[in-house]
C-alpha cells in the first residue's frame, strides 16, 4: 500500500458522526432525500437477490445508458445475473427486474463495508472516471475483480476531496483490466504502472452497443406498399417543430413528387396540428395503419407507434429526429445509425449530445439549425449516393461500439467464470 493510500484510509476512519452530521445537513437543505442520505452511508434499502451480480458505476447519463445497454447483452448469456448500477446523475432511473440503481457509499470504511457487505459483487466495471481510492481499495482487498472503461485523462479521473501525491496511480493498479477508448489514455495507465497485459485500446462504450432486432417480415409487408417509393421518416416529432418538417416536405416534393413522408408524433394527441400544417400545405395525410393499402395520393402517413422506431429507420433511407429542433431535445440516434437510416438533426442533442456529437465527429449525421436548413439537408439527402455514404458512417461507428461491447462483455463472463469456479 502508497503512503497516499494509507493517509487517505486514516482520513476514511474517521468517526461515522461526522459524515453522518455532514449528510444531515445536505437532508436539511433539500440537498439530498432521507433515502439518499442512507444510500451514502452504505445501508441497503433493497434485497440482493441470490446468484451473481455484476456491478457497474456510471460516471453520468452516457455512462448510465451504455452500461444498461451492456446489461441487455450480459441478461442474455446469463439470464440469471443480477445487475447494481451506482451512478452521479441527479435523479436515480427507477430500478428494473435485474438491474437496481444506489448511490455509491461516501470515502468512509464504515460506509462502504457495509455496502460491500450487502451487495457482495462478483464483479465491478467502472466506467469514466471518478474514481473512489477508498472504495476501490477495499474492493480489491475482498478479491472482487475490477474492470475500468473508458477512464478519464485529467483531474477528473478521481474523485477525493484532498491531493494526495501518487494516489492516482496507486489507485489505477487496483484494476484487474483498463479498457481506454484513446491512447493518452493507455499512456497514463502505463505510467501508472499497470502492465500492457492488462491494458486494452478499444472504441469508446456507447449506449448504440445493444442489438437492435426488427421483424423482417413485417418489414418486407410495411416496405411493399411502398414500392419505390421515396419515403423519409420523422421520429418523436414535438408540436414546435411539425411546421419545420411539413415545409421541408414541401420542399421535397418539388423535387421528388413521389416522395412520402412517416410521421410518429411524441404526443399522438398533437395529430390536428399536423393534419392542419398538411392540408394548408395541400397535402393529402393519412393516418393509423397500412391494413387498407397506401394510395399514390398520399403523401403524409401518421404512424402513431414510438416502439415501431427501428422498424421505420430500416425502412426509411433518411430520418429526422425529434426534439433537436425543439426544446427538448433529441431522441436516442443509435437506433437510427444501427438500421442504416442517414440521420438529419437539430442542434440540440439534449442527453443524448454526446452520441450525436460522436457522430458528427466521422461525419455520420447532417446537422440543421432551423427550418430552411431541414429542407435543404432533406433535398441534399433524396440523392441516395449522398444518404448512403452518411448511413454508412453511421453504421461503422455503431459497428464500433459493438465491438467494444464485445470485448467488455466477454472479460465480463470470464471474470464471472473464474468467480463461479472458485465458490464452488
Request: overall charge negative; charged content about 25%.
Given at each position: ?6 493517509a ?33 452511508l ?45 451512478t ?7 430500478s428494473?427486474?435485474?438491474?437496481t440503481?444506489v448511490?455509491?457509499?461516501?470515502e ?20 469514466g472516471?471518478?474514481?473512489?481510492p ?13 474492470l ?6 485529467g ?9 494526495l ?31 500492457t ?9 456507447e ?56 410521421v410518429d ?14 392540408v ?28 415501431a ?8 433511407p433518411?430520418?429526422?429526429?425529434g ?36 457522430l ?14 431541414l ?13 448512403a455514404?452518411l ?5 461503422e ?9 464485445d ?18
Amino acid at each position: 500500500m502508497s503512503r497516499s493510500q494509507q493517509a487517505l484510509l486514516f482520513l476514511a476512519r474517521l468517526p461515522e458522526s461526522r459524515v453522518e452530521a455532514r449528510l444531515d445537513r445536505l437532508v436539511e437543505t433539500g440537498a439530498i432525500t432521507s433515502k439518499e442520505r442512507d444510500q451514502r452511508l452504505g445501508y441497503a434499502q433493497s434485497p440482493r437477490g441470490g446468484g451473481e451480480l455484476v456491478w457497474f458505476h456510471a460516471a453520468g447519463e452516457e455512462e448510465c445508458r451504455a452500461c444498461v445497454a451492456l446489461c441487455a447483452r450480459l441478461f442474455e448469456d446469463r439470464p440469471e445475473t443480477q445487475a447494481l448500477i451506482t451512478t452521479r446523475v441527479d435523479q436515480l432511473p427507477p430500478s428494473q427486474d435485474q438491474i437496481t440503481y444506489v448511490r455509491l457509499p461516501v470515502e468512509s470504511l464504515q460506509a462502504v463495508g457495509r455496502f460491500l457487505r450487502h451487495w457482495d459483487p462478483d464483479c465491478l466495471v467502472w466506467t469514466g472516471g471518478g474514481y473512489r481510492p477508498t472504495l476501490l481499495y477495499e474492493v480489491h482487498k475482498r478479491g472482487v475483480p475490477c474492470l475500468s472503461v473508458d477512464s478519464v485523462v485529467g483531474d477528473a479521473s478521481i474523485d477525493v476531496p484532498v491531493h494526495l501525491p501518487g494516489l492516482l496511480p496507486a489507485t489505477m493498479r487496483l484494476f484487474d483490466e483498463a479498457f481506454c477508448s484513446e491512447t493518452r489514455a493507455v499512456a497514463l495507465w502505463r505510467r501508472a504502472g499497470v502492465s500492457t497485459d492488462r491494458i486494452v485500446l478499444t472504441g469508446p462504450l456507447e449506449d448504440g452497443t445493444r442489438h437492435i432486432r426488427i421483424d423482417e417480415t413485417k418489414r418486407a409487408e410495411i416496405a411493399e406498399h411502398f414500392g419505390t417509393r421515396p419515403v423519409w421518416y420523422a421520429a418523436a416529432l414535438r408540436s414546435d417543430e411539425i411546421a419545420s418538417v411539413v415545409s421541408a416536405h414541401a420542399t421535397g416534393l418539388r423535387r421528388s413528387h413521389r416522395l412520402i413522408l412517416v410521421v410518429d408524433l411524441e404526443n399522438p394527441q398533437d395529430v390536428g396540428e399536423l393534419i392542419a400544417a398538411c392540408v394548408s400545405n395541400g397535402m393529402n395525410v393519412q393516418t393509423g395503419n397500412l391494413h387498407l393499402g397506401l394510395s399514390d395520393a398520399v403523401q403524409v402517413l401518421f404512424m402513431p407507434n414510438q416502439s415501431a422506431h427501428p422498424l421505420w429507420f430500416r425502412i426509411a433511407p433518411v430520418s429526422y429526429m425529434g426534439g433537436s429542433l425543439s426544446r427538448e431535445g433529441a431522441i436516442d440516434p443509435y437506433p437510427a445509425a444501427a438500421m442504416g437510416s442517414a440521420i438529419l438533426h437539430g442542434p440540440n442533442g439534449g442527453e443524448h449530445s454526446g452520441g450525436y456529437a460522436r457522430l458528427q465527429k466521422v461525419r455520420a449525421t447532417r446537422l440543421v439549425r432551423n427550418a430552411r436548413e431541414l429542407a435543404v439537408g432533406l433535398s441534399d439527402l433524396l440523392s441516395p449516393d449522398l444518404a448512403a455514404e452518411l448511413a454508412h458512417a453511421a453504421w461503422e461507428s455503431t459497428s464500433a461500439g459493438a465491438e467494444t461491447a464485445d470485448r467488455i462483455l466477454d472479460s465480463i463472463l470470464q471474470t464471472l467464470d473464474g468467480r463461479s469456479e472458485v465458490r464452488s
